[in-house]
């Protein structure tokens, strides 16, 4: 048995949104990882076993190393299906968020799920939602994965029977991804049940995570080679690493979408390192990754900085400086916190 931990009105609104609605649209996060494809799919999965039809829309496209995950191509892609799109969004009786807490982090669907007349359901685990946007939301920061909520969700619904062996690989790559492997945020005892509950739905965890972690192209492993020995500075003063990666690099490794997933956690495997930071070259903007051990708050960093936001160890925003510009303002950055990173 596993603690109550979603509130039980939480649970019969949420109930009751799903019973009385029958177009149901859900939606996650832009430049989607393991946690926002794994809750949104389970829930299609889970839908499907209680004869729901639901649409999973992803803003952009996904890595190639996840489109083994079941169900995915009978979802959108927004960037590619618009006008398919916009029409599922604005018929919706019920649009399902997971894995993201403000609207702007689903990019160009934005405004058509802003301004969609359906109502609207959160589940999320990211620090402070933004209001009046979600007419029901399950929002538990301390939970480790979006899709570990989704379990807690049907299963507090009355539906752990309806979790199919399909809806239980997407809830366990959730969690597995969200979680570094189970490397970090992982102590909960309860992780542990749920995973063995997922067992006994029929998952094969080994199969699961050799197609998440060993199934990269030889250009990306490297790509990350190169960036290892040639682009990682390190700031011992700062405990800090910091790998720039330019669209001249892109090219030159025949870059894909996911191809940079992970590399910023690599730095923190050196002994010392608690703060890395990965920029990434994306048109005119960096898309900027930053990572951290312990209690220094990487999401912090890019409220402040870098117009973002999320979890204290990982979090992600952009800048719209020069790469160059962006990499002087980041050492700026470093002394205002060297006390913290040195505690
Ligand atoms: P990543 O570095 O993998 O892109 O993102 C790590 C985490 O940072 C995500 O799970 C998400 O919580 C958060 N994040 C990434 N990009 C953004 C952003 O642009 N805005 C906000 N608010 N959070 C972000
Ligand atoms: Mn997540």
């Given at each position: 048995m596993i603690s109550k931990i979603i509130a039980e009105d939480k649970i019969v609104k949420a109930k009751d949104l799903i019973y009385n609605a029958e177009k149901i649209v859900i939606l996650t996060h832009a430049s989607p990882d393991g946690d926002a494809i794994g809750s949104s799919l389970a829930l299609y999965h889970f839908f499907f076993s209680i004869d729901k039809e639901t649409t999973v829309i992803f803003p952009d496209g996904y890595p190639?190393?996840?489109?083994?995950?079941?169900?995915?191509?009978?979802s959108l892609i927004y960037n590619e299906q618009k006008e398919q799109a916009d029409a599922l969004l604005h018929d919706a009786e019920l649009i399902i968020c997971t894995d993201f807490n403000e609207p702007k982090r689903i990019g160009a669907m934005t405004n058509a799920f802003v301004n969609a007349p359906a109502k609207k359901l959160l589940i999320d685990h990211h620090p402070n939602p933004i209001d009046g946007i979600w007419d029901v939301s399950i929002s538990y920061p301390e939970i480790a994965s979006a899709s570990e909520i989704v379990f807690r969700l049907i299963c507090r619904m009355g539906y752990a029977a309806d979790i199919n062996k399909l809806c239980a690989e997407c809830i366990y790559t959730g969690m597995l991804t969200d979680t570094g492997r189970f490397s970090f945020?992982?102590?909960?005892t309860e992780i542990y049940i749920i995973i063995g509950e997922l067992i006994r739905k029929g998952i094969n965890k080994d199969d699961i995570y050799d197609k998440i972690y060993n199934t990269y192209s030889e250009n990306r492993m490297r790509l990350m080679g190169y960036l290892l020995a040639n682009k990682m500075r390190i700031f011992p003063e700062y405990k800090t690493a910091l790998i720039i990666l330019t669209e001249e690099e892109q090219e030159q490794f025949d870059f894909q979408i996911g191809d940079a997933e992970g590399f910023v956690n690599l730095p923190l495997s050196i002994k010392g390192i608690v703060f890395s930071a990965f920029f990434k070259q994306n048109n005119n903007k960096i898309k900027i990754s930053l990572r951290s051990k312990g209690s220094f708050p990487a999401n912090k960093i890019c409220e402040k900085y870098f117009n973002g936001g999320g979890h204290l160890n990982a979090a992600g925003g952009e800048s719209s400086f020069s790469l160059n510009e962006t990499e002087i303002l980041f050492e700026k950055i470093l002394p205002e916190y060297k006390e913290l990173l040195n505690k």
């Open positions: 190639a190393y996840f489109s083994w995950f079941p169900g995915i191509n009978k945020n992982s102590n909960n």
